[in-house]
């Protein structure tokens, strides 16, 4: 009798002691989306410019790049002021402040923006006292060279003078002999990283970019520095991909087979911020077939403005009639 009472009472006493433990929490397996791949329609001449959202792989946005001259930013404490570079557009400050003063650009100085979007590395440069709230104004009139269409074809030039800052940057423009000058205010908009302003029409707020939040990468030409054989810079209109200033950080992995690129091994990858991260280098001119190559090598990862990461790379600069200006890209949420 008692071999028998032992044998019932264990299960009770297995029992008693496996309920004090807490039960394993399972970890649901990491499941990575899709291969997909996207052409994005810029033309032959690169006449527009296109802002792409990951996460739905369609543009959101398309624009021609003459649709706009100048980008006001709209955070908060940021004031920096961007040519449209995709037009080889530069600015010289003519150390003055009397916007009715003549003046002459021979010899000027010109200056462009540099494609990383840093504050002190725009061509308008510190256009205020930033230490004072709003900011008060330098008042110095800018030459601006507006540079070239797609077709090559001179697009003009024009005088601004930025007057003020308070709820909003109050901008003074003319043609460079004073003639036909106007003013306007451009307000932030707080759902978009610019305001965008165009000289066509008399001089009109324009919308180009979309909401912030709805795109991570641009398609778009853009002017950079590149380096002569003799070591001499020389200003360059190239074009590649910028970052979305909101949020989107990027990193690139060299010479990286993009099909063994998973979650596990980016996921503690350091991204960074730099606008330009991804840029042109992406593509190389062969002399010898006198056609754009690829580099499908390199594998960027992205972390979009939703927070999900992707990997990302180019496979085509051309569509399927032989176009130039046609990149396909194929990416991948991680």
């Not at 003063?101 to 840093?118: L, M, N, Q, R, Y």
Request: glycine letters at 6%; a negative charge.
């Amino acid at each position: 009798m008692k071999f028998k009472l032992y044998i019932f009472l264990l299960p009770i006493i297995l029992f008693g002691t496996s309920s004090c433990f807490e039960k394993d929490q399972l970890v649901p397996k990491h499941i990575s989306g899709n291969v997909q791949t996207s052409e994005i329609q810029l033309t032959e001449d690169y006449k527009y410019q296109v802002y792409f959202d990951l996460g739905s792989n369609k543009p959101v946005a398309t624009n021609h790049k003459t649709d706009w001259d100048l980008a006001f930013e709209c955070s908060d404490t940021g004031y920096t002021i961007l040519l449209n570079s995709s037009k080889f557009m530069k600015i010289v400050d003519m150390g003055l402040s009397d916007f009715n003063a003549s003046f002459d650009t021979t010899g000027a100085d010109w200056k462009f923006d540099e494609p990383s979007g840093h504050p002190d590395s725009t061509a308008f440069g510190i256009w205020a006292d930033f230490s004072l709230n709003p900011p008060v104004s330098y008042r110095s009139v800018y030459a601006l060279d507006l540079g070239l269409d797609e077709e090559g074809n001179i697009l003009g030039f024009r005088k601004v003078q930025l007057l003020s800052y308070d709820q909003g940057y109050f901008i003074k423009y003319a043609l460079l002999d004073g003639s036909h000058a106007d003013s306007l205010i451009i307000a932030k908009d707080p759902s978009r990283n610019y305001s965008y302003f165009s000289f066509k029409n008399g001089g009109t707020i324009v919308q180009i970019e979309p909401p912030k939040n709805s795109w991570d990468i641009h398609f778009t030409q853009y002017s950079t520095i590149l380096y002569t054989d003799l070591g001499e810079a020389v200003q360059y209109l190239v074009l590649g991909v910028l970052l979305n200033p909101h949020m989107v950080e990027s990193a690139v992995l060299r010479n990286t087979d993009f099909t063994k690129v998973d979650f596990e091994m980016v996921k503690n990858l350091e991204l960074l911020k730099y606008r330009d991260l991804i840029g042109y280098e992406w593509k190389e001119y062969n002399f010898t077939s006198g056609t754009y190559e690829v580099n499908s090598q390199d594998t960027y990862i992205i972390r979009d403005t939703d927070g999900y990461l992707f990997k990302f790379r180019f496979i085509s600069f051309y569509n399927q009639q032989g176009d130039k200006g046609f990149p396909t890209i194929e990416l991948q949420q991680l």
